[in-house]
């Protein structure tokens, strides 16, 4: 959520970042809002201390043995007028509120303007693998090793999903425990969080109410009361852990990481580039999130960043790294950088991870805050990065690494969770 304040103090300069992701704001709405909240505000104050005064000269008059009963009646009007007046700033705030809400985050200041045609590549990493046999598909290698059973993914649960089987299914455990491994090593903290959220964990991440329709929402008993959904990615759980608390600046920051299934409502299209596990309505994804303080969350970043390319460097996957220009950010993020693998087959590079710092976005949204030393409370910034979603490297691997009799090298580094150096037909 965007502080009012800035807004406030210089509407156009919010308007002029806003543009930035191609978000043409009209915050003429959100200011009057905010200033007949101000006003009723101010009105409710005056008749308050005028209702005080009013009470406070009954003892005198009914001690001189005067008729209090007129001032009686003027108590009861203005409570009246102040009930009256509660009620209208409670349905001004939740105008203003829903408002805000619905705002995207600001960019920051070194991130370009416009669309994914202004991302820019800031470092590519290893060499475009080159063969001298005939290049198969992630798809038809995964048939061919049975390590994926598309045709039976399908037939439990609708096109876009996929069945993991034998090898393959020991490929996927041996990355996720890769990932978590080198998290654990790294000093984060795992967390095993719920699959089934309630709706306040959707709008303290920044993805409702403008994105509701985007996931799995779950029927209950209670006719939907709850507003549960299913989790699109782990950071929805990991970023409200906190929501309501305040820390203490010495507890932070805090790094979290999280293995789920993630489920998305949209799997893409049916077209080729997006065959396979390219997309899909549930996907593995190990997720790292971090708790800072303002001061120190530009190196948070980095440190996401650098933690999430090593793991694709572990598996020695050619890859490269592009910093998002503002309309090719998620909503909630200020910035975002993606992690891009190649995929030999289809020409063209696929993001397996995204690393992204929301500032104090998601804070306000879900107010969490910490102390300082001073004692002063601010809002805390929250940190993303995938490390890593494993449905587009499985197929960066099977194709990076394929061999001319059909076979697949095991990346090193996956070795000793799989138990084999080749995966081959049996």
Known sequence: MIDISLIRSDAKAVEAALDKRGYKADLDCILKLDGDRREIIGRTEGLKAEKNKVSAD????????????????????????????????????????????CLPNLPDPDVVAGGKENNEVIKVWGNKPEFDFPLKNHVDLCESLRLIDYERGVKLAGNGSWLYTGLGAVMEWALLN??????????????????????????????????????????????????????PTAETALVNIYRGEILQESELPKKLFAYTPCYRKEAGSYRAEERGMIRGHQFDKVEMVQVTTPETSGKAFEELLNKACALVEGLGLHYRLSKLAAGDCSASMARTYDIEVWIPSMGIYKEVSSVSNANDYQARRNMT???????????????????????????????????????????EVLREFVGTDILKRR
Not at 68 to 84: H, N, P, Q, T, Y
Not at 369 to 377: E, N, P, S, T, V
Not at 394 to 405: L, T
């Open 58 to 101: 009954i003892p005198r008059l009914k001690m001189s043995g005067q008729p209090v009963e007129s001032i009686f009646a003027k108590m009861r009007e203005l409570g009246a007028e102040i009930d009256k007046n509660d009620e209208a700033l409670k349905a001004v705030e939740e105008k203003l509120r829903m408002e805000l809400l």
């Open 178 to 231: 890769y990932f978590v491994k080198t998290h654990i090593k790294d000093g984060y903290t795992f967390i095993l969080p719920p699959h089934m959220l309630g709706y306040e964990c959707g709008l303290g991440a920044g993805q409702f109410p403008k994105f509701e329709d985007d996931v799995y929402r779950i029927d209950t008993a209670d006719g939907g009361a709850a507003r549960r959904f299913l989790l």
């Open 369 to 411: 805050r910490y102390r300082a030393a001073d004692g002063k409370i601010g809002y805390v910034h929250t940190l993303n990065g995938s490390g890593l979603a494993t449905s587009r490297i499985m197929p960066a691997i099977v194709e990076q690494y394929q061999n001319k009799d059909g076979s697949v090298t095991v990346p």
